[in-house]
């Protein structure tokens, strides 16, 4: 019987994996429409302050106790600060000079950037010569993505694009802070806090730099914006920690080669966007870098040919 049901089980984690990638290279999307009206700080404020209530729903329907401790939500603000605010900012800002396909293929570096901060900072997790040479074979797409010039003349397309890379890097650093000072806590109610922590730190920093937010805004904006918040934030933290039971963190980590597939796939049909053939070139080798860092795949044609 339990053999019966691991086809099923395994389709199931699949969808949702797949679903997962949807909703999160949507949001790369509903940016572009957004920021039409509204500055980037101000669409990340939109981003976690629309999904804190709809989180907590879910999370009291579950039955999670609210943390009391000062040190755990002194601990939120930090990881909403790292995994929310700042990337998200970053990445916003980055779209306001470049294409939603091309921020999503930058950001796909996520994976291999998280592996070798970790491996520097955390004992349990080492470096491994696979490691660097994925992070390498990272660092060389991003290179051809960005071509040459990008060491001889200043371009606002590449800062933009150093600008989503700053923040695979501050996701790359909230993975390390939230191993190490939220360890134990229920991973939904970690979700909850950090879009908590991250709304209490961009309500400030918008009303300083953007101003009081606008409501009146078109309806496509206004739908564009409860996507990125009902849809990219909070369903996808469900759907994320969901797949993590069901199919683990190593399955998990494929989502970061799904999302630029979507969220390309989104910006052509939509936006008219056109990927250059740099761009795609930098993906594949990206792509390539994730598949040694995962090394899954070479594991499985190594005992093909040992066969």
């Known amino acids: 019987m339990a053999n ?16 997962l990638a949807a909703v999160w290279g949507g949001s790369f999307f509903f940016a572009e429409i957004a920021l039409v009206e509204v500055p980037p700080l101000t669409i990340t404020l939109h981003r976690v302050i629309w999904a804190v209530p709809i989180l907590s729903i879910v999370v009291l329907f579950k039955g999670i106790a609210l943390p009391r401790a000062a040190r755990v939500w002194g601990a939120y603000l930090v990881m909403g600060a790292l995994n929310n605010a700042i990337p998200f900012s970053l990445i916003f800002w980055g779209q306001t000079q470049i294409e939603s396909g091309l921020a999503s293929i930058l950001n796909g570096t996520t994976a291999m950037f998280a592996v070798v901060v970790a491996g520097i900072l955390l004992r349990d997790e ?20 960005m071509g040459p010039s990008a060491l001889t003349e200043f371009n606002p397309s590449n800062l933009a694009q150093l600008a989503i890379l700053g923040a695979t890097l501050s996701y790359a650093f909230a993975g390390v802070w939230g191993k190490t000072a939220l360890a134990g806590q229920p991973p939904l109610m970690n979700a909850l806090g950090m879009l908590i922590g991250s709304a209490i730190l961009m309500i ?27 849809l990219s934030t909070a369903l996808a933290y469900v759907l994320y920690f969901a797949i993590l039971i069901r199919a683990g963190a190593a399955n998990l980590l494929l989502v970061t080669l799904l999302i630029p597939p979507f969220a390309i796939g989104l910006g052509v049909l939509f936006l008219g966007e056109k990927m250059e053939q740099e761009a795609w070139i930098g993906f594949a080798i990206i792509a390539l870098g994730f598949a040694v860092t995962d090394g899954r795949i070479f594991s499985f044609l190594f005992r093909k040919v040992s066969a």
């Open 126 to 145: 080492p470096l491994t010569k696979r490691k660097v040479i994925g992070a390498a074979l990272g660092i060389a797409g991003v290179a051809c993505i």
């Open 4 to 19: 019966a049901s691991t086809p099923s089980l395994e389709l199931r984690s699949t969808v949702m994996l797949l679903l």
């Open 204 to 230: 400030p920093i918008v009303f300083l730099f953007d101003g009081v937010p606008s409501l009146s805004l078109s309806a496509g904006v206004w739908g564009a914006l409860i996507g990125m918040a009902v």
